[in-house]
């Protein structure tokens, strides 16, 4: 065996040994739909957004959050939203990907039962962990139908759900957000995703992938006057302004440990005399 050969075979080795001894999430490898495919597929009219939900036009509040992440056990905090429901006057909630640790037959039961149990509408996108069965992207489309699109609550706030599951927007996507952004200011907007576009300095891998999408993203915000960009993924909060657009890492609805930070617990914006203020609610 040549000295070039077994340094190759040497190096595979070493990077199996060491793959072999972390807690590797091979979920990612599972082969989906691209995002250009789950794009054009939500804008083929194939797939029913949920509409609009009635609210006082004058006053609402709605939540936001990423991440219930259920596993067989079930355990997660919607309950703990479920109670504020009623003190805090939520008329909805958005859920911004990653429902479930492994996008099982059981645990996608157990979720769905979850958000039907809070007893009030709501809107979903996809996480990365939605598509962590060969069937993952049938699943989330057959129960939530269409990962990106709009949706206008009171003729005031429009909310744009975006498929960032790869961590990757595609052209298509951008085409279908500007044409949604553009509404000469009609709209208080809010942009909500899993993937955030900005994390801070660590962990660089938990933001959207591409450093040109990332700046492009952040153009057609600033630009078309977003209020407001709501990630999850990373189970923690963060908050930035940048260039007067809202950057917000949302919070989890996850019982268990997370990425950095503090972040259990969910977002909530309120609606009234013709304005958008938000407030961090946090589970003890």
């Given at each position: 065996m040549s000295s070039s050969r077994r340094r190759l075979l040497v190096a595979c080795s070493l990077v199996f040994v060491a793959l072999a001894g972390c807690e590797y999430d091979w979920g990612q490898f599972i082969a989906h739909p691209t995002v250009e495919d789950r794009v054009r597929e939500n804008l083929s009219g194939r797939l029913h957004a949920p509409g609009p939900v009635a609210v006082d036009p004058d006053s609402f509040s709605f939540a936001m959050f990423?991440?219930?992440?259920?596993?067989?056990?079930?355990?997660?905090?919607?309950?703990?939203?479920?109670?504020?429901?009623?003190a805090k006057g939520i008329a909805f909630f958005c859920a911004l990907g990653d429902f479930t640790e492994h996008s099982t037959p059981d645990?996608?039961?157990?979720?769905?039962?979850?958000?039907?149990s809070v007893g009030i509408p709501y809107y979903a996108t996809i996480g990365n962990h939605d598509l962590y069965q060969p069937d993952g992207w049938e699943w989330f489309k057959t129960t939530f139908g269409p990962s990106c699109y709009p949706v206008?609550?009171?003729?005031?706030?429009?909310?744009?759900?975006?498929?960032?599951?790869?961590?990757?927007?595609?052209?298509?996507?951008?085409?279908?957000?500007e044409s949604e952004l553009d509404d000469g200011g009609r709209y208080i907007k809010i942009?909500?995703?899993?993937?955030p576009v900005?994390?801070?300095?660590?962990?660089?891998?938990?933001r959207t992938a591409s450093t040109g999408e990332r700046f492009k993203l952040q153009h057609l915000l600033q630009k078309y006057g977003v209020h407001s960009i709501v990630s999850g993924h990373i189970?923690?909060?963060?908050?930035?302004?940048?260039?007067?657009?809202?950057?917000?890492i949302c919070g989890t609805m996850?019982?268990?440990?997370?990425?950095?930070?503090?972040?259990?617990?969910?977002?909530?914006?309120?609606?009234?005399?013709?304005?958008?203020?938000?407030?961090?609610?946090?589970?003890d």
């Open positions: 990423g991440d219930p992440q259920v596993e067989h056990d079930n355990v997660n905090n919607l309950g703990r939203l479920k109670a504020d429901v009623s645990e996608h039961d157990s979720i769905v039962k979850d958000f039907q206008v609550i009171a003729d005031r706030v429009k909310l744009i759900f975006l498929d960032t599951a790869d961590g990757l927007l595609g052209p298509t996507q951008f085409d279908w957000l942009v909500g995703t899993h993937f900005f994390d801070g300095p660590e962990p660089a891998m938990g189970h923690g909060w963060r908050h930035t302004v940048v260039e007067g657009v809202n950057h917000f996850a019982p268990g440990g997370f990425d950095y930070g503090s972040g259990k617990g969910y977002l909530l914006f309120t609606f009234a005399h013709d304005s958008l203020s938000w407030q961090r609610v946090v589970f």
